[in-house]
Structure formats: C-alpha cells, structure tokens
C-alpha cells in the first residue's frame, strides 16, 4: 500500500504493543496533508498518520508535535483519541508516525455528509465546535505538561514570516496577491491577544462526531499544527474555513462552507460567551488565516504537479489561492 510498509509496521506494532494479530490497512485521507490510515487486527482498531509523500517543507508534517499534544491532553476535558505510540525511526515505513486508538463515530466533510441532518441538528453541531475550540484555549499549559510547547509572545508575527518562507518554498507560479497580502500583514501585525493552546487548523471534519448525534464531539484530530499560540488567530482560522473558496482545496463541497453552519457572527458570539474572551477585532486574523490556507493550497496543489498525492480530486487545489489571497486582501481591510 502507498505510504505504509505494513510487514515492517506489523513487527514494529508487534514489539511496541504485543499482542497485535494480522494487520490490514486502509487509507482513510490521503495527500492534502497528512496521510491517515485506519488500522485493524479484526480485534482492535487504531490509526496511524504519516506525512504525505514526496518532499516535505521544514517544520510541517511533525508527528512528535502531533503525538505529544494528543497525549498531553487526554485527561484535560478535551476530547481526544487515546495515543498509543510515535515512531521516529524512517526504517519502519521511510518516515516518523504516530499511532492512536480508533474511535467510534461520523466525520462531516462534504455537504452531501449534513443533507440527512435538520437545520436544528446542523447549528448544534457547529456550536459544539466553537465550545470545544473555547474548552482547548481555556486548558493551562502548564498543568498538562505543555508549557515548554512553544514561545510565549510573538505568535503572529511568527506565524507570518513562517507561512512567507512555506511559500518561498511551494510556490509554482507568481501569484500578486499573495505578496500584497503578505507585506500588508508584516506591516500591521499587533502584539498577541494572549497565549494558549492552538490547535492551528480547527474545523468540522477536523473532528470526530458522536455516531447517533453530531452535536457531541468524540475527538479532535490532525494536530500538526498545534502549539502556543494567540487563541483568537485559532478562531478566526475556524471562521476562515466557512468561505466556499476553500471548497477547492478539499475537492469538492466541504461541510465547513454550508450556509446551515452558523455564520462567522455566529460563531463569535459563541465562543465570546463560553470562552470568556472578547473577540473583539478580528481583520488580522482573519486576513492571516487566509494566507496560511492560501499557502497551504499551493503547497498541496504543488504535491499534485509534481505527481506525490494519494487519492483523489486534487485537481482544482491550485485554483483556489488566488481566492483566498483575495479574500485575505478583503478580510485585512476591514
């Protein structure tokens, strides 16, 4: 299978775990980011994620980073997958891994994934995201072991030169509005609204949900990109994922840009009254959350060209960054 060697990982899981039968796998997402895989010996299930395939940009597609955040904050009221373990020797499958047991339950990633779902049942869903994004900025660092997780102070202006240097390393092709919108930001970036926990790309099929109702949430995943960080560049990142510009990037429809989630003044509001947190003015954030999918789109769609993505409708990818740039211009002038 693309991505795994399951003989080697069955001797490795053999030896880490024990008591491991015959491993099958299956290929859960595959080449937009990290590839996730879903484990089985027909007793238990876990599930292992990896880089994707093909050159990697520095700092991005940490599986130590992953895997240490997951099992920090297993005890915090967060909900969260049970880490098992993380493998930095590439002699297994080529590159580090993680695993995590499986859990139960329904993951909402296009559009199609809400039409049995009433409007009713939509709304609480995306609520319980804004409460769970608010639950994870409320959690203190020091006291599940992640105060050493990352710098406190200067999030933003980091974020900013970081995601300028992954697009000095993906970019295909000139794209105007994304030096415009990158020297608007270096320009105007303000000091950090606090310091917490971030996930670093929160959204719905970020998330897995109660199997008989969506309004629970049973784990948070994908936490590569997790750190210390401003919370509200968090939120706005979440909001940023409502514009149907970022349909193209996960190839189709995507549950997150339906007009039944609740609207970006929506979700403000939520997550001011259960965090406690003033959102105040978000347009910075707001604007950086779009360059930071703008930047990943483009490294995405440069996996696609350079033929290193596995699965399917990665096509349309590099259509979106000149929308979102856009989008990140209009967001930053408000």
């Given at each position: 299978?693309?991505?795994?060697?399951?003989?080697?990982?069955?001797?490795?899981?053999?030896?880490?775990?024990?008591?491991?039968?015959?491993?099958?796998?299956?290929?859960?997402?595959?080449?937009?980011?990290?590839?996730?895989?879903?484990?089985?010996?027909?007793?238990?299930?876990?599930?292992?994620?990896?880089?994707?395939?093909?050159?990697?940009?520095?700092?991005?597609?940490?599986?130590?980073?992953?895997?240490?955040?997951?099992?920090?904050?297993?005890?915090?009221?967060?909900?969260?997958?049970?880490?098992?373990?993380?493998?930095?020797?590439?002699?297994?499958?080529g590159v580090p891994f993680a695993v995590v047991e499986h859990v139960a339950g329904q993951v909402l990633?296009?559009?199609?994934?809400?039409?049995?779902?009433?409007?009713?049942?939509?709304?609480?869903?995306?609520?319980?995201?804004?409460?769970?994004?608010?639950?994870?900025?409320?959690?203190?660092?020091?006291?599940?072991?992640?105060?050493?997780?990352?710098?406190?102070?200067?999030?933003?202006?980091?974020?900013?030169?970081?995601?300028?240097?992954?697009?000095?390393?993906?970019?295909?092709?000139?794209?105007?509005?994304?030096?415009?919108?990158?020297?608007?930001?270096?320009?105007?970036?303000?000091?950090?609204?606090?310091?917490?926990?971030?996930?670093?790309?929160?959204?719905?099929?970020?998330?897995?949900?109660?199997?008989?109702?969506?309004?629970?949430?049973?784990?948070?995943?994908?936490?590569?990109?997790?750190?210390?960080?401003?919370?509200?560049?968090?939120?706005?990142?979440?909001?940023?994922?409502?514009?149907?510009?970022?349909?193209?990037?996960?190839?189709?429809?995507?549950a997150s840009t339906s007009d039944r989630m609740p609207d970006a003044d929506a979700i403000v509001a939520?997550?001011?009254?259960?965090?406690?947190?003033?959102?105040?003015?978000?347009?910075?954030?707001?604007?950086?959350?779009?360059?930071?999918?703008?930047?990943?789109?483009?490294?995405?769609?440069?996996?696609?060209?350079?033929?290193h993505t596995v699965g399917e409708g990665f096509e349309r990818v590099g259509e979106a960054v000149e929308?979102?740039?856009?989008?990140?211009?209009?967001?930053?002038?408000?």
């Amino acid at each position: 299978m693309d991505g795994l060697d399951l003989p080697k990982l069955q001797a490795f899981l053999d030896a880490e775990v024990g008591g491991i039968g015959r491993l099958h796998a299956e290929l859960i997402c595959g080449g937009r980011s990290n590839l996730t895989y879903r484990l089985t010996d027909g007793r238990s299930d876990w599930v292992l994620r990896r880089p994707p395939l093909g050159e990697l940009t520095p700092s991005a597609h940490d599986m130590g980073r992953e895997f240490r955040v997951v099992a920090a904050l297993r005890d915090s009221g967060v909900p969260v997958a049970r880490a098992v373990v993380h493998c930095e020797d590439p002699s297994v499958i080529g590159v580090p891994f993680a695993v995590v047991e499986h859990v139960a339950g329904q993951v909402l990633r296009t559009r199609s994934d809400l039409d049995g779902l009433s409007d009713a049942d939509v709304r609480r869903c995306g609520f319980a995201l804004v409460d769970t994004l608010a639950d994870l900025h409320a959690v203190d660092p020091s006291a599940v072991g992640l105060a050493e997780f990352g710098r406190v102070g200067g999030y933003l202006r980091r974020q900013v030169r970081r995601w300028y240097d992954q697009w000095g390393r993906v970019a295909t092709r000139e794209v105007p509005d994304v030096e415009t919108l990158h020297a608007r930001l270096a320009e105007t970036c303000p000091e950090d609204s606090g310091s917490a926990i971030v996930h670093g790309d929160f959204r719905v099929d970020n998330a897995i949900l109660d199997a008989d109702d969506v309004g629970v949430v049973r784990a948070v995943v994908d936490w590569e990109m997790a750190t210390l960080g401003d919370p509200l560049a968090d939120l706005a990142l979440h909001v940023v994922y409502r514009d149907p510009a970022f349909d193209a990037v996960l190839g189709g429809a995507a549950a997150s840009t339906s007009d039944r989630m609740p609207d970006a003044d929506a979700i403000v509001a939520r997550y001011a009254a259960r965090s406690g947190r003033d959102g105040g003015s978000l347009s910075f954030a707001l604007a950086l959350g779009y360059f930071k999918v703008a930047v990943i789109a483009e490294g995405i769609h440069a996996r696609f060209e350079a033929g290193h993505t596995v699965g399917e409708g990665f096509e349309r990818v590099g259509e979106a960054v000149e929308h979102l740039a856009a989008a990140g211009l209009r967001a930053g002038s408000v």
